[in-house]
């Protein structure tokens, strides 16, 4: 059992970091669009 939880535990973990990296892309782009429109 060990050893099928550990890689679908790593999987995991790796998908969140990604989706919390996505999440922080889209907020700086958006952050960006929004100072460019503060300035235009």
């Not at 995991?12 to 429109?37: G, S």
């Amino acid at each position: 059992m060990k050893k099928y939880l550990q890689p679908t535990k790593t999987i995991y973990i790796f998908a969140t970091v990604l989706r919390i990296r996505r999440i922080k892309r889209r907020i700086t782009k958006n952050n960006y669009w929004r100072i460019i429109t503060i300035n235009v």
